[in-house]
């Protein structure tokens, strides 16, 4: 199950978003003194019109005006102005969308001290629009630092990327202690994450897993239903009880989540349960992706891969296991590279399979960096480097791909 990055919206300085807190936040407007006092140069005080302005605060809400007082308060050397000015870029607000000139604005709030900046440069930088290419490194250092300052968002998603070594080094242990913050601050996204971390560590595990994930799953984390029934339904350090695992995924999928569609139509694809009903896993794993689950899409593609219910067509699955990827479904990814890596309905192209196992696995797949370190260790579509074949074995096996573990000392 593919871990959920949370709290990415980007957050407007001093206002709280997404269980994010701040300690740095914005006065109510003082009419006339401010009016004054930013007319004299004081930022701070242009600051809190601008502030007004957006939200209707003491006078008519105006976004044009807000726009101004924010790039006046920034240019007074106001770091959190510069941060809600750049929040208007990056969304477009009553300005054309601009994301070079956000990433330039969040980087002086963040500089200027002001650390919704950080936190928000972060965001940007993890998932920048337009398709461009993030820098997760960079990310990474930001998150830590506004997790520092004590933003819970900025913790949660620091906490992810080191479960899954996205931007630097995987630290399971660091990963557990941050999402374990955040699950005991009633965050219920981290509460999710909690959970597959956990899952993560054994089936020792397990219960504890499925207490965290239960939390998530209160909360409509559809994601955390799914992960909830897999424990119940593999037996994964609680007794296996596939029919709670199927009421847990029924329910959750009634109520509208799709993740829990798509883990039902497992059950009906693998006859695990229930009666095998290859139509139904295919009503099911469509539900889930027309309603934006790439899981969903990146199964239904695995049933046209192999011709499972429906007549194989490679050219079908090759489209859903790209929607699915381009959503950041590492196993879509994945699957991609192997149709490229065994010419199935395209010609072999091993550099292509190795540029999408790198996505799989900077995304958190095992299997995705299990199939690069063979590549590496085999010199297919990459210069032949046992090192980093062996690095990558290393890392699959971090991530839960057996077969990497197995075979770490031979390269």
Do not use: W
């Not at 963040?110 to 900046?117: E, M, N, P, V």
């Not at 296996?240 to 995924?249: Q, S």
């Not at 958190?364 to 370190?373: I, V, Y």
């Amino acid at each position: 199950m593919r871990p959920t990055l949370f709290g990415m919206a980007l957050v407007v300085a001093g206002c709280t978003s997404g269980g994010v807190r701040t300690s740095a936040s914005i006065a109510s407007v003082d009419e006339p003194p401010d009016r004054v006092a930013c007319e004299g140069g004081d930022g701070a005080a242009c600051l809190r019109f601008g502030h007004a302005y957006e939200t209707g605060q003491s006078v008519d809400a105006d976004d044009a005006r807000a726009l101004e007082l924010y790039a006046r308060a920034c240019e007074l050397g106001e770091a959190r102005g510069c941060t809600a000015l750049g929040t208007r870029y990056y969304a477009g607000t009553d300005v054309a969308t601009n994301q070079a000139r956000a990433a330039e604005l969040f980087t002086r709030g963040c500089d200027g001290g002001d650390i919704i900046g950080c936190y928000n440069l972060a965001v940007l930088l993890s998932r920048p629009l337009g398709g461009g290419e993030p820098n997760l490194t960079r990310a990474r250092e930001l998150f830590a630092r506004a997790c520092e300052g004590d933003i819970l968002a900025a913790c949660n998603n620091l906490g992810l990327m080191n479960l899954n070594g996205i931007g630097g080094e995987l630290d399971a242990a660091r990963a557990v202690e941050l999402l374990s913050a955040g699950c005991a601050a009633d965050d219920p996204r981290a509460c999710h994450n909690l959970g597959l971390a956990l899952m993560r560590q054994g089936p020792e595990r397990g219960a504890a897993a499925a207490t965290a994930l239960e939390q998530g799953c209160r909360a409509h984390i559809g994601a955390s239903c799914a992960s909830l029934g897999e424990i119940y339904e593999d037996g994964i350090g609680v007794p296996a009880d596939r029919g709670r695992a199927r009421t847990i995924y029924e329910e959750a999928c009634t109520a509208g989540l799709p993740e829990p569609c798509v883990k039902l139509g497992v059950l009906y694809a693998e006859g695990r349960g229930v009666t095998a009903d290859l139509a139904r896993a295919r009503e099911l794993f469509e539900q889930g992706c027309d309603e934006e689950s790439v899981a969903g899409c990146r199964a239904l593609g695995g049933l046209y891969e192999h011709g499972r219910g429906v007549d194989r067509d490679y050219a079908q699955a090759r489209a859903l296991y790209t929607q699915a990827c381009d959503g950041g479904e590492a196993e879509g990814c994945v699957a991609l590279g192997s149709l490229h890596s065994n010419s199935r309905g395209v010609e072999q192209d091993h550099v292509r399979a190795g540029e999408l196992f790198s996505r799989g696995c900077e995304a958190g797949s095992g299997r995705g960096c299990f199939n690069l370190a063979a590549s590496y260790a085999r010199g297919l579509g990459v210069e032949q480097d046992r090192e980093r074949a062996r690095a990558l074995f290393a890392r699959a096996c971090g991530l839960g791909e057996q077969r990497a573990c197995r075979v770490i000392d031979e390269h």
